[in-house]
């Protein structure tokens, strides 16, 4: 969730005015630590002066003195951790640049604004840097180390539940995401932002993901058997597609469960995509032509990497929960989730709404034209053993949730 509170916010625009507007509106949007500068030399002296993994800095482009490329190559300089939003009132094309400059610097780059700014892309820029940041992540890494998770996905400790994904149209069932969960001997159950971070730092996120596509493939051939045939999701990280023979990995797992290949899709996280586009678009292409199915995961939280779904061969978009839950009532949540169900539409992709928390929004999707839903409303992640006793509730309740005309 957005911690907007502890965030800390610099704002840099020569122009009083646009940064007056800039502050008030990321006020209103909850952040309540926003320093504002005039000029990038006194922000730079700010960020150097300390941390920078809590901050997000929103940098105008076109400034006299240091300009918005060379505040970057500053940033880049005192390893600045936190992210950034580049806004400028100028050309596409200078915005698009100076991005790809900026993640050259190994920066972590939000978004890139046309000047006027709205408060969605503010939030939807401001959602980002909490999706890389999840709340607590760094205080529990250090709780466990990374020998000890070693042991625990060789030891088969990793438990993976599931939960279902059924069409808003039908209620009938399409598929299900896999969520790894570690049953750690003490702490009972672990959850994932509580160790994936740490299998991607130590080198492990590769045994981690092989681990639960094997168990989400055992599990699904097992419904199978007891005629029940779904397709599995496994969530794989960035640092997965940066070894070349991982699609080869993945197709021989499904080659071992007897499955086929179509019965797998892999979901990938759009922010994370946009770190290393070239090396994750050889892997993601040949996963395609293995028939393995791709989806874009997280959706609307880094809009800036939009111009790459249109390399990459998704066949499924998930519309992050931030943008899902409350869209009935929200107008900057429901126009970042129309806004991403028309441009898949467009893209001739499925989508996907997750975050589904109650009727409300079961009601909204409908009526949005969304294909499939996820979420508590429907079903909360549960052990393979209880996903058919909850089928039988559901198709129980399914007659009255797709009879109203939302
Ligand atoms: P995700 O892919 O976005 O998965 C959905 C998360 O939202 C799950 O949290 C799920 O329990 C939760 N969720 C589902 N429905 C609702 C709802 O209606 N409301 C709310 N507020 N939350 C809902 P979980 O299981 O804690 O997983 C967190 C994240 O950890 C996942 O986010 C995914 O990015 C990552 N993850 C999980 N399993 C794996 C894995 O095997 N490999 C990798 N690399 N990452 C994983
Ligand atoms: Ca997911
Ligand atoms: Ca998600």
Request: hydrophobic fraction near 45%; aromatic fraction near 6%; include cysteine.
């Amino acid at each position: 969730m957005l911690d907007l509170a502890s965030l800390r916010v610099l704002v840099i625009d020569d122009e009083p005015f646009v940064l007056k507007v800039l502050v008030r509106q990321l006020a209103n949007l909850g952040c309540a630590q926003v320093f504002a500068f005039e000029r990038a030399q006194d922000a730079l002296a700010m960020l150097e002066a300390g941390p920078t993994h809590d901050t997000m800095v929103f940098c105008d482009l076109q400034m006299p003195e240091m300009d918005g490329v060379e505040l970057v190559r500053h940033l880049g300089r005192i390893g600045f951790a936190g992210r950034l939003a580049l806004v400028s009132g100028e050309d596409g094309r200078i915005l698009g640049t100076a991005q790809r400059l900026a993640q050259a610097h190994d920066l972590q780059v939000s978004a890139a604004l046309n000047k006027p700014v709205t408060p969605e892309q503010l939030r939807a820029a401001l959602g980002q840097q909490a999706a890389a940041h999840p709340a607590g992540a760094k205080a529990v890494a250090a709780r466990y180390g990374a020998d000890e998770l070693a042991q625990a996905i060789r030891g088969q400790q990793l438990v993976v539940h599931y939960q279902p994904k059924v069409a808003l149209s039908t209620g009938a069932v399409s598929g299900v995401e896999a969520l790894v969960r570690w049953n750690h001997p003490t702490d009972k159950l672990v959850y994932p932002d509580q160790f994936i971070g740490l299998a991607e730092e130590h080198g492990l996120i590769d045994e981690l993901t092989h681990a639960v596509v094997v168990q989400a493939l055992t599990d699904i051939r097992s419904l199978r058997e007891q005629g029940w045939s779904l397709r599995v999701a496994v969530n794989v990280s960035m640092d997965n597609l940066v070894a070349l023979d991982f699609p080869d990995r993945v197709a021989q797992a499904v080659a071992q469960s007897g499955m086929p290949t179509s019965s797998l899709v892999l979901e990938i996280t759009e922010s994370r995509l946009m770190r290393d586009p070239l090396a994750a678009l050889d892997i993601l292409t040949r996963l395609r032509l293995k028939r393995i199915g791709l989806s874009i995961d997280d959706f609307g939280t880094g809009h800036s990497s939009l111009s790459q779904l249109q390399d990459i061969p998704f066949d499924e978009l998930k519309v992050d929960r931030r943008f899902v839950h409350q869209a009935h009532s929200d107008m900057s949540v429901r126009a970042i989730l129309e806004g991403s169900l028309s441009m898949a539409r467009q893209l001739d992709l499925h989508t996907v709404a997750e975050g589904v928390e109650d009727e409300r929004d079961w009601a909204f999707l409908r009526a949005s034209g969304c294909d499939l839903a996820q979420g508590y409303f429907i079903c909360r992640p549960i052990s393979v053993a209880a996903l058919l006793p909850w089928h039988l509730q559901w198709q129980a309740r399914v007659a009255s949730l797709t009879s109203s005309t939302a």
